[in-house]
């Protein structure tokens, strides 16, 4: 990354979604806090979110202290410690708490004032339960995950026909395939949790199941079925097609003309007027994982269509399509969008 130039939202975003794969993953992040401090942001309220992603990284390569001095300065950035933004810096800061050991009250103090984020912020039920698992504290996250599910239940529940213990079904508004709803995030966490504490499979468990699969089906309603959307970054389009190679059929021969299928598939998409248009960042590992928990294969269909629902559920996944012409590409090559992807579609 350019240690001396003007960081644009495109740059950040690149970066979240390539810092973690480059060489020097530290670096960027020290990149990114130095960009904050002295100014070099093309928009000033960006200085949270850089700081953020610096204590991300930071935290993810095991340097707590370095995350924990991130994650202060992208507080002291936002205009308030109640700023929407700011839950994700406050979960990371309880995190690195966490790990640099001896802070567990504080960290606790931290995520307990997050808590009620789990009833109104979709992200808040994953960042929070993840920084409890960092601090061994993964019961504590199912009791408040399954108390806020049963809080949000009981709201829709009595809204609709009366009190949740009368209801033979909850009532879910789902949401929107690119945007589901916050009961979703929630029942999608505590399945998690649960899992992971080898919990027995209960009736919100089985509603987990049944949002996903609903989720599914949307999603394959709302776009093409045969163009699911998923982006793989050359490293993972190199692994994938290599441990499951009848995904060329699918994906493509090669990275190049993976590329091409999905710009392809958004200039229709785009033509057919659909908007707020995006691909979705997808992992080998995130599908194996996906695949395993479903006791299927990575190559099968119905499988790769749950995993492209879930990745489309997360937000972080989404690449925005499409990039002004002289920014960069949206397939992190380093190239400017109209030298790369923009005249793949016309080939």
Not at 85 to 105: E, I, Q, S
Not at 109 to 123: I, K, N, W
Not at 288 to 314: I, N, Q
């Amino acid at each position: 990354m350019p240690t001396r130039e003007t960081l644009t939202k495109a740059d950040l975003a690149e970066l979240r979604r390539s810092a973690l794969g480059t060489a020097n993953p530290l670096g960027v992040a020290a990149d990114l806090a130095e960009a904050a401090e002295q100014g070099r942001l093309e928009d000033p309220d960006d200085a949270g979110d850089a700081l953020t992603l610096a204590a991300e990284i930071a935290e993810i390569r095991a340097r707590p202290e370095a995350a924990l001095r991130y994650a202060e300065q992208a507080l002291a950035a936002y205009p308030s410690g109640d700023d929407p933004r700011a839950g994700f810096a406050r979960a990371l800061r309880a995190r690195a708490l966490f790990r640099a050991g001896g802070h567990d009250d504080e960290a606790m103090a931290e995520l307990t004032a997050l808590r009620p984020l789990l009833l109104v912020q979709p992200d808040a039920p994953a960042y929070v339960s993840a920084a409890l698992d960092a601090g061994g504290r993964s019961a504590t996250a199912e009791t408040w995950l399954s108390e806020a599910v049963d809080t949000v239940l009981n709201e829709r529940a009595t809204a609709a026909s009366g009190p949740a213990s009368t209801a033979i079904d909850p009532v879910v508004d789902l949401g929107p395939p690119d945007a589901p709803g916050v009961t979703f995030f929630l029942l999608q966490q505590r399945h998690r949790v649960r899992r992971n504490l080898n919990l027995p499979h209960d009736r919100q468990d089985d509603l987990a199941d049944r949002l996903e699969t609903q989720l599914v089906r949307r999603a394959g309603e709302r776009r093409d079925a045969e163009s699911d959307l998923l982006f793989w970054p050359r490293a993972e389009f190199d692994r994938l097609l290599a441990e499951h190679p009848a995904l060329t059929d699918v994906y493509g021969p090669d990275w190049d003309a993976h590329r091409g299928r999905l710009e392809t598939e958004l200039v229709r998409l785009r033509g057919a007027g659909q908007a707020g248009l995006g691909v979705f960042g997808a992992t080998v590992a995130g599908l194996t994982v996906f695949a395993g928990r479903r006791g299927g294969d990575p190559a099968d269909a119905a499988v790769r269509a749950g995993y492209a629902a879930e990745v489309s559920a997360r937000p972080s996944a989404r690449i925005a399509w499409p990039p002004e012409r002289n920014d960069a590409c949206w397939c992190g090559s380093g190239l400017k969008y109209k030298k790369d992807c923009l005249p793949r579609s016309r080939n």
